[in-house]
C-alpha cells in the first residue's frame, strides 16, 4: 500500500508530468526525445527533463539514447498503463484519443470508426450474441503490422478487446474504386455512424 500511495502522489503532483502523460499514454507506438515533448507541448526542455527522468523511476516511461538525443516511449510492460491511459482517455475524449493513437502510422491517408462515439465497453450490442466486431477503415498503404498495431491501440482507448475491432483495409485506389462502383460494403461503410479520424476524403 505504501508503495502505491508513494506512486500516486508522483503521478498527480505535477502538471508537467499529467501533460507528458496525455500525450505519451494515446501514442505508445510513438518515441519522444526532450526536444519533441517541447515542442508538441510548449514546455521548456528544463521542465521535461525533470519530470520525465521521474517517470522513467517509477516504470511507466521507457529511455533509449539515440545518437546524442534520448528519447523516451510508454512501457508497455508498466502495470498501471491501462488504468492511466482510461484517465488520459476520459480527459481527452474518446475521438481526440484515438486521433492521436494514429499519429504517425506510415502511409495512413484516412481513418474512420463506423460507430459514433462515444461509447462505453458495455454498451448492449458488443455483449449480444451474433454481433459482428466495430469496423476500424483504414485508407493508406499501411505495413500489415502497422494495421494490427493500430488496432490493438484503438480498442485499447476504447476499452473493449481487439476481438471486438474489425481492422478493414483499403489501399486508396482500391477504395476509390468500390466507391465509383457502389460496392454495397463500402456503401454500408460510409452511409451509416461513423466517426472520421483522420483525412477528408473519405466519401470520394
Not at 526542455?45 to 525533470?50: E, K, T
Not at 486521433?99 to 502511409?107: E, N, S
Amino acid at each position: 500500500m505504501a508503495r502505491v500511495s508513494e506512486l500516486l502522489s508522483e503521478l498527480f503532483s505535477s502538471k508537467v508530468r499529467a501533460s507528458v502523460l496525455g500525450q505519451m499514454l494515446t501514442r505508445p507506438h510513438l518515441r519522444y526525445s526532450l526536444t519533441d515533448l517541447s515542442r508538441e507541448l510548449d514546455i521548456p526542455i528544463s521542465s521535461l527533463q525533470h519530470e520525465c527522468y521521474k517517470l522513467e523511476r517509477i516504470g511507466i516511461l521507457r529511455a533509449r539514447r539515440d545518437g546524442n538525443a534520448r528519447r523516451y516511449r510508454v512501457d508497455l510492460k508498466c502495470p498501471i498503463r491501462r488504468e492511466l491511459t482510461a484517465l488520459v482517455v476520459t480527459a481527452l475524449g474518446q475521438e481526440a484519443a484515438l486521433r492521436a493513437t494514429l499519429q504517425g502510422v506510415t502511409g495512413l491517408e484516412a481513418a474512420f470508426i463506423a460507430r459514433t462515439l462515444p461509447m462505453t465497453p458495455n454498451e448492449s450490442d458488443l455483449q449480444g450474441v451474433g454481433v459482428g466486431p466495430i469496423p476500424f477503415v483504414l485508407i493508406g498503404e499501411v505495413p500489415l503490422e502497422e494495421i494490427d498495431a493500430a488496432q490493438e491501440r484503438v480498442a485499447s482507448i476504447l476499452g473493449i478487446p481487439a476481438t471486438k475491432i474489425e481492422a478493414v483495409f483499403y489501399r486508396p485506389g482500391d477504395w476509390r474504386s468500390r466507391l465509383e462502383q457502389r460496392s454495397p460494403y463500402a456503401v454500408w461503410l460510409i452511409s451509416g455512424p461513423r466517426t472520421d479520424l483522420l483525412g477528408s476524403q473519405v466519401d470520394s
